[in-house]
């Protein structure tokens, strides 16, 4: 189950399928802890830094393009507390240096402010959700030169919180609407103090299908201006994840990926809570 994001790439690259440009990490890796059952299989638990080159080459033999880690328990597991760090410094700044020589990069879950500290003392890639972050943190990001970046996931914390598909349990709605607010108000003193964020999502697909373009929805309570969060959907993630040469904006030589959307997101932000008329796959009309 950990690659199967990579087979699907191919079968996508070979044009047996129709699909989307993927960039994937592996498995699931993880530090041995509580709440882990939660997921059977999605995991992959490895503990102590000696075994952290292991895991690393593992997943780049298997084609990832970078490699996720979980620093800090999850929202979505029962049992695990979302604002404890689950793995040791030593360990993380293994992975983080496996990755490295392999010329890859660290996409950290990591909730958690203790957490949060270490991914930007230890250099990961990226950050995702930064559920507590803090000035503190805000001021961490800019003092080790903007190396690491922000990938909040405020759509599906503002689903949870609001329980808008009615299929939130109790225990996650009570983990998320006590710091959804928090999270939007810091979320915004990042980008105004010039941390880099990118777009995320981690929208399970009932909600998905319900809230098209929730994410955007979520952000727009940050304050920024529709361009604002346009750019940050394209061309800012796409910097972020090294892929500006080929995406990101619209440019010869690029691979014109491209959505058309009804009404003018650029002036009026709602016409992302739909899904596009059209999506266009290298200059081709996807669908």
């Not at 604002?228 to 796409?238: E, G, P, R, V």
Request: some cysteine.
């Amino acid at each position: 189950m950990n690659y199967q994001s990579q087979y699907l790439r191919q079968i996508i690259d070979k044009g047996l399928a129709m699909g989307p440009h993927i960039q994937t990490s592996g498995a699931c890796n993880t530090p041995t802890t509580r709440g882990n059952e939660a997921f059977g299989s999605v995991y992959k638990e490895f503990d102590g830094a000696d075994n952290a080159l292991k895991i690393v080459r593992e997943d780049m033999a298997h084609g990832c393009d970078f490699i996720k880690y979980m620093v800090t328990g999850a929202m979505m597991n029962e049992g695990g507390d979302p604002g404890a760090m689950i793995c040791t410094k030593e360990e993380l700044q293994a992975v983080v240096d496996a990755a490295a020589e392999l010329g890859t990069y660290v996409a950290c879950h990591c909730h958690g402010k203790k957490g949060i500290l270490a991914c930007l003392e230890t250099g990961v890639g990226t950050i995702e959700h930064a559920t507590y972050l803090d000035e503190e943190c805000i001021a961490q990001f800019l003092a080790y030169g903007n190396r690491s970046a922000l990938i909040p996931t405020m759509g599906i914390q503002f689903s949870m919180a609001e329980n808008l598909a009615g299929n939130t349990p109790e225990y996650m709605q009570k983990k998320t609407s006590a710091i959804y607010m928090k999270s939007v108000d810091h979320f915004r003193k990042a980008y105004d103090a010039g941390v880099r964020i990118g777009w995320g999502a981690d929208m399970d697909r009932p909600t998905f299908d319900l809230f098209p373009g929730l994410e955007f929805r979520a952000r727009a309570l940050m304050g920024l201006t529709p361009v604002q969060l346009l750019k940050m959907a394209t061309i800012d993630s796409a910097k972020i994840i090294h892929m500006d040469e080929k995406c990101g904006t619209i440019k010869a030589g690029k691979w014109a990926d491209l959505v058309v959307i009804e009404g003018n997101p650029d002036e009026d932000i709602s016409a992302m809570y739909k899904l596009p008329l059209h999506v266009i796959k290298e200059g081709k009309q996807f669908c």
